[in-house]
């Protein structure tokens, strides 16, 4: 079974500065992937970045970055730079990428509210 | 592009009525996924289907609930009857099979009175 664990229910940042969501999970997949979701207020899921278990560099997506430790398998969001309509929930999510058990099937955690001061 | 298309965006229904939700997926993509979001619960995989094909429906809360795909641009969950505690936003989503990248949809609010 895959477990995604978000520890931080709230985090505030100042406007442009950067912040750090954190995201721990636990699978027994070999092979397996991490996402990150934005879901602001208005209630859509937006993609924001993928991480392949077997990619060597840290995925970068604009001002996001993900930053995975695989050996204490945690898949951090980095957002530098933080503008106000970064204020939204924020979820870290996995799938098994081939073969194993929860193949296409996306394990969210509980999520992140971020909020952004000006 | 037209993402995915769900509809209605919200319903309002009494107990013990049957509701539909329905999910158009983006034009060629082949796998499906209907997910449920609670606060007590967070998001949650309900069923997911691979070229109309149900894979995993282990995440469907009971025989209330059922989900078809009954053409690559179409699918719908219904629950009869429902219950209060169905309440719930629901997500469609959809991806190309291999591709990790699921795109939402806007969501259906759904509120069992």
């Known amino acids: 079974a895959q477990k995604i664990t978000q520890t931080q229910p709230g985090m505030f940042v100042q406007e442009k500065e950067a912040v750090t969501l954190d995201c721990t999970y636990d699978t027994s997949d070999q092979s397996y992937g991490l996402f990150w979701y934005k879901q602001p207020s208005s209630g859509e899921m937006i993609f924001l970045i993928y991480q392949g278990s077997y990619d060597e560099q840290n995925a970068t997506e604009g001002r996001y970055s993900l930053n995975f430790q695989k050996a204490r398998k945690s898949a951090n969001l980095v957002i530098s730079a933080s503008q106000l309509g970064d204020s939204a929930m924020y979820f870290c999510?996995?799938?098994?990428?081939?073969?194993?058990?929860?193949?296409?099937?996306?394990?969210f955690g509980q999520g992140t509210i971020l909020t952004v001061h000006p | 592009d037209a993402g995915v298309i769900q509809s209605p965006r919200h319903e309002v229904t009494e107990m013990g009525q049957e509701v539909t939700l329905r999910c158009k997926p983006i034009s060629g993509h082949n796998s499906l996924f209907w997910y449920r979001q609670t606060m007590m619960r967070g998001l949650e995989l309900l069923i997911y289907f691979n070229n109309n094909v149900p894979i995993d429906d282990s995440g469907m809360p009971e025989d209330r609930f059922s989900a078809k795909m009954p053409n690559a641009s179409f699918s719908t969950l219904k629950i009869q009857p429902s219950e209060p505690r169905d309440s719930a936003v629901y997500f469609c989503?959809?991806?190309?099979?291999?591709?990790?990248?699921?795109?939402f949809g806007p969501g259906t609010r759904l509120t069992v009175l």
């Open positions: 989503a959809s991806s190309l099979v291999g591709q990790p990248k699921q795109f």
């Open positions: 999510a996995m799938k098994a990428n081939a073969g194993g058990t929860s193949y296409g099937k996306l394990t």
